[in-house]
C-alpha cells in the first residue's frame, strides 16, 4: 500500500483547509486511516482517525473543527479542517494501520495557518 497525502498551504487563523489521503493497493476491512500532525519540535501525535466501517476518533484539541471521513470508491480519506488556530500548524502526515503490520506512512503536507 501507498499513501499519497495533499491539501497542505497556508491559511489565515479561523479559515479552512482539506487534506486528502489517496491509497494505492491493497486496503482490508480491518485497516485504520488515521492523521497525524508534527509540529516544530515536537512529537507526531494523532488528530483523528477512521475505520473502514466509518467510526471515527479525534484528538480533543480538534473535536468539532475537524472532520475525518472517507470515500471506499475512491479509497481516499480527507480531513476537512474548519476554524483553523495558530496552533494547528505542522507537517501532517496520513497513516493507515494495519493489524499485525503497524504503521504504513505517506509522504506530510505541510499546514500554515497565520494569526
Known amino acids: 500500500v501507498q499513501l499519497q497525502a495533499s491539501g497542505g498551504g497556508l491559511v489565515q487563523a479561523g479559515g479552512s483547509l482539506r487534506l486528502s489521503c489517496a491509497a494505492s493497493?491493497?486496503?482490508?476491512?480491518?485497516?485504520?486511516t488515521g492523521w497525524y500532525r508534527q509540529a516544530p519540535g515536537k512529537s507526531r501525535d494523532l488528530v483523528a482517525s477512521?475505520?473502514?466501517?466509518?467510526?471515527?476518533n479525534y484528538a480533543d484539541s480538534v473535536k468539532g473543527r475537524f472532520a475525518i471521513s472517507r470515500d471506499n470508491a475512491k479509497n481516499t480519506v480527507y480531513l476537512q479542517m474548519n476554524s483553523l488556530k495558530s496552533e494547528d500548524t505542522g507537517v501532517y502526515y496520513c497513516?493507515?494501520?494495519?493489524?499485525?503490520?503497524?504503521?504504513?506512512w505517506g509522504q506530510g503536507t505541510l499546514v500554515t495557518v497565520s494569526s
Open positions: 497513516a493507515l494501520t494495519r493489524r499485525g503490520f503497524g504503521n504504513i
Open positions: 493497493g491493497s486496503i482490508f476491512s480491518s485497516d485504520v
Open positions: 477512521i475505520t473502514n466501517s466509518g467510526t471515527t
